[in-house]
């Protein structure tokens, strides 16, 4: 069974950091497209951040550019995010997820259970 289980979330005052994980099971992620999506309360889940199969090429979005970065390790099967200088506004669950699709960037079925980040002071 494919799974993809996400850990590392947490309380955190502003302007303190946080690394997620994204353990995935079986070869789930070997050679796919993973991303980091999140999800406020009232609001749609949106992209945070995506990498390629590889590695070699990542994108963000635009509210988490130079705060937040993705990289991955295909021989352990995980997906890490790395994020800095948290802000208020990124209060939300965090998922990790498979991507169908870089152009444009499209989530597939495969979801983690998710992560809590708040940050407050």
């Known amino acids: 069974q494919v799974q993809l289980v996400e850990s590392g979330g947490g309380l955190v005052q502003p302007g303190g950091s946080l690394r997620l994980s994204c353990a995935a099971s079986?070869?789930?992620?070997?050679?796919?497209?993973m991303g980091w999506y999140r999800q406020a309360p009232g609001k749609q889940r949106e992209l945070v951040a995506a990498i390629t199969g590889g590695g070699g090429s990542t994108k963000y979005a635009d509210f988490v550019k130079g705060r937040f970065a993705i990289s991955r390790d295909n021989a352990k099967n995980m997906v890490y995010l790395q994020m800095n200088s948290l802000k208020p506004e990124d209060t939300a669950v965090y998922y990790c997820?498979?991507?169908?699709?870089?152009?444009?960037?499209?989530?597939?079925?495969?979801w983690g259970q998710g992560t809590q980040v708040t940050v407050s002071s």
């Open positions: 997820s498979r991507l169908r699709l870089w152009v444009p960037p499209t989530p597939s079925d495969y």
């Open positions: 079986g070869s789930i992620i070997m050679g796919n497209i």
